[in-house]
């Protein structure tokens, strides 16, 4: 599982300097239409690894600028472009999802990034758009969303082949619950933004308990 950081970009090249083969494994980057993330520089400071687009739905949303930065990404593809959602609700997020495939078809004739769908309160695994999806980004409002009512949409996410990402994980114990429960592919939080040196054991927090989760197989 990797963690997606969107700011603290000093930090995050410090550490791929560093810790190379530890960020390699679980270190990413996402970038965010409100936060001016510059694509080279991303690249530059995650050692051209994983990376990702979110649409800053939770903080505030904004066309102009979410379009204008998933167009820079047609020349470096992100693993998704988290599609345009409104937070704590499912109807409201498929009427959103909706618009923007058809004004993508409209400007561009086809959407040219990969797809994350961002699952809302509300939502039933039938409403969910599978066949226009790349990845499953878990959103809502509430703990109890995340982390319960959201695993069997990880699962069949999963029986799918879609990439499953959660946002807002802040903690130790929400990234063993995102990595051991949703069996989530990667997280976000804007706690490693905030306060860069929360990066470093987090990592070697998921590096330690993937040894153990190794030591305990082969036992």
Not at 10 to 25: D, G, I, K, M
Request: hydrophobic share 40%.
């Amino acid at each position: 599982m990797k963690i997606l950081v969107s700011g603290a970009t000093a930090t995050v090249r410090e550490l791929w300097t560093e810790y190379p083969e530890l960020c390699s494994r679980y270190l990413g980057r996402l970038i965010t239409p409100n936060n001016g993330n510059q694509i080279g520089e991303i690249m530059r400071s995650s050692g051209n690894g994983f990376w990702a687009m979110d649409n800053a739905a939770y903080s505030n949303f904004e066309w102009e600028r979410f379009w204008n930065q998933m167009i820079d990404c047609w020349t470096c593809v992100p693993m998704f472009v988290t599609a345009p959602d409104v937070v704590g609700n499912h109807a409201a997020t498929l009427d959103a999802f909706g618009d923007f495939l058809r004004i993508a078809e409209f400007e561009v004739g086809y959407v040219p990034v990969p797809l994350a769908f961002v699952l809302q309160e509300g939502a039933t695994i039938e409403s969910v758009p599978w066949d226009q999806i790349d990845a499953l980004f878990i959103g809502g409002c509430s703990e109890e969303f995340k982390h319960r009512t959201a695993l069997p949409f990880c699962d069949e996410a999963k029986r799918r082949g879609k990439w499953v990402h959660v946002g807002r994980v802040n903690s130790f114990r929400r990234l063993r619950v995102c990595r051991d429960q949703l069996k989530a592919d990667s997280i976000d939080g804007s706690g490693y933004s905030q306060w860069p040196k929360r990066i470093l054991p987090a990592l070697q927090f998921l590096d330690r308990n993937e040894q153990q989760m190794k030591l305990a197989f082969v036992a």
